[in-house]
């Protein structure tokens, strides 16, 4: 195939986690989960306001700490959807998140690392509390970023575009 030359193409999309502290008013405790599990918590790959970007990306591994149980996760491409996992825990740790393209795209899979963060920080204790009460104590860690593809091979081009 020919990529189109001199031609880049950008796409913004977010990556990130979502963090609440369990809470017997705004976020109780489902069934089953382990005593010492204090947060629920999100990581995620999503477009800007929930944009569709799953015609460019087919797949997302996300990495999990190893004291969770199944900690390689697999999110395959659904239309409109993000890509995403929910889990509960007790502790904070790095994700790793491989970023797979469309197979037209001829594109290597892409790596991106992500804190999960449960506690806010660099606060004082009155800050934290009034963050616990304004919004349920929701924690969140996003990057907003750009996807480039650089030169992409025609048929790509033509998905890309054709939005
Ligand atoms: C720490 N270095 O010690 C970190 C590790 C690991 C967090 C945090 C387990 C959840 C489960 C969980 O929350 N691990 O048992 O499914 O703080």
Same mark, same amino acid.
């Given at each position: 195939g020919?990529?189109?030359?001199? *031609?880049?193409?950008?796409?913004?999309?977010?990556?990130?986690? =979502?963090?609440?502290?369990?809470?017997?008013? =705004?976020?109780?405790?489902?069934?089953?989960?382990?005593?010492?599990?204090?947060?629920?918590? =999100?990581?995620?790959?999503?477009?800007?306001?929930?944009?569709?970007? =799953?015609?460019?990306?087919? $797949?997302?591994?996300?990495?999990?700490?190893?004291?969770?149980?199944?900690?390689? $996760?697999? *999110?395959?491409?659904?239309?409109?959807?993000?890509?995403?996992?929910h889990e509960t825990g007790w502790g904070e740790f790095e994700i790793t998140l491989k970023l797979y393209?469309?197979?037209?795209?001829?594109?290597k899979p892409q790596t991106l690392y992500q804190f999960l963060r449960l506690h806010p920080y660099g606060r004082t204790e009155e800050e934290k509390e009034a963050m616990r009460l304004q919004q349920s104590g929701e924690v969140i860690s996003w990057v907003y970023e750009e996807q480039i593809f650089n030169e992409p091979y025609e048929p790509f081009y033509e998905i890309l575009t054709s939005g």
């Open positions: 020919k990529r189109v030359k001199g *031609v880049q193409i950008t796409r913004p999309f977010i990556y990130g986690t =979502t963090a609440r502290p369990f809470d017997e008013k =705004t976020n109780p405790k489902p069934a089953g989960v382990p005593d010492d599990h204090t947060h629920s918590w =999100t990581v995620f790959v999503k477009g800007v306001d929930d944009t569709d970007i =799953t015609y460019w990306l087919r $797949r997302v591994q996300f990495k999990l700490h190893e004291s969770i149980p199944n900690h390689v $996760r697999v *999110v395959e491409a659904e239309p409109g959807k993000p890509f995403e996992v393209y469309v197979s037209e795209s001829s594109e």
